[in-house]
């Protein structure tokens, strides 16, 4: 009986050495990760830059800890380093992100949030900031940084919709994130009339699908676990019939393996899901 507790107490022993020299990360993949969608909507307004009303501009995601989580949209083309809060946040990070060229003048922005990391990865839930800067100047050239502003949201199993005051160069500001608690399923939005064809597939697949109205839209394919994989679209479209290809690969460019996958429609607040077969 002395040789048996003697035996329990080093395996005791050992498992806290183990819970006290592991790093922290390891214990947190048990953290619950609701799955969830994130639309958030801002209008810049100048602020009388050299450059005015040109502007380039970033939104992007942080976490409780000031970690940069991902890109959602970076109008700059070569202008980047003048976001410089971006760029100190993200490091030029736009992976997933919307891009395009310097903006000709201020406007509404709209950005979908599928609460994925740049690997396409499920974040915990907690806390999440959504960060919006933008210049008219040249800013890291030793003029004034660009107005920026953010807005701190929790993610878990509760809807949230926010609409903080205006300020002077961020207006009809709002967020709302809604849980999908629905797991990686197939099921229809009937606005939606989406098809694919062929499926099961080999190299590619045409998806057709049917716009009420013109709006936004965002278009992801997810594997079994839940991971993005890719974005196929994230934009507004017009009302009507409308076509998208998915040839099968990754966002990296790398050939997806056979299996199940599921195309995810966000549009007006609502998703539907239809699963895809490839073949090899």
């Known amino acids: 009986m002395q040789m ?6 080093k395996k005791f022993l050992f498992l806290i050495f183990l819970g006290l020299t592991f790093p922290a990360n390891v214990f947190s993949q048990t953290a619950e990760r609701t799955d969830g969608m994130v639309t958030f909507s801002v209008r810049t307004v100048t602020n009388n830059g050299t450059y ?3 502007n380039v501009l970033a939104i992007w995601v942080k976490d409780a800890q000031g970690n940069f989580v991902i890109s959602r949209k970076v109008m700059a083309a070569n202008r ?4 410089v809060q971006w760029v100190a946040s993200s490091g030029n990070n736009v992976v997933n992100a919307v891009t395009g060229a310097t903006l000709a003048s201020h406007q509404q922005h709209t950005i979908n949030w599928d609460c994925r990391n740049q690997d ?8 999440y900031e959504i960060f919006v800067e933008f210049t008219e100047r040249n800013s890291a050239n030793g003029g004034a940084a660009g107005p920026s502003t953010s807005i701190l949201f929790s993610k878990g199993s509760q809807s949230i919709t926010l609409a903080p005051a205006d300020e002077s160069n961020f207006k009809d500001i709002q967020l709302s994130y809604t849980p999908l608690n629905v797991g990686i399923e197939e099921f229809t939005d009937q606005r939606i009339h989406s098809s694919a064809f062929p499926n099961p597939f080999n190299d590619f697949v045409k998806i057709a699908f049917t716009l009420p109205e013109q709006s936004y839209i965002q278009i992801s394919v997810y594997d ?4 993005r994989i890719n974005e196929l679209v994230d934009g507004e479209l017009p009302q009507g ?5 998915w040839d099968g690969r990754t966002k990296n460019g790398r050939k ?3 299996g199940v996958y599921f195309l995810r429609f966000f549009y007006q ?3 539907s899901m239809q699963k895809l077969i490839k073949t090899y």
């Open 256 to 258: 997806a393996g056979s």
């Open 4 to 9: 048996t507790f003697s035996c329990y107490k």
């Open 80 to 83: 980047k380093q003048h976001l």
């Open 241 to 245: 019939k409308q076509f998208v290809e």
């Open 269 to 271: 607040g609502n998703m």
């Open 52 to 54: 005015s009303p040109k």
């Open 224 to 227: 079994e676990t839940g991971k």
């Open 120 to 127: 396409g990865i499920l974040v915990a839930d907690g806390d």
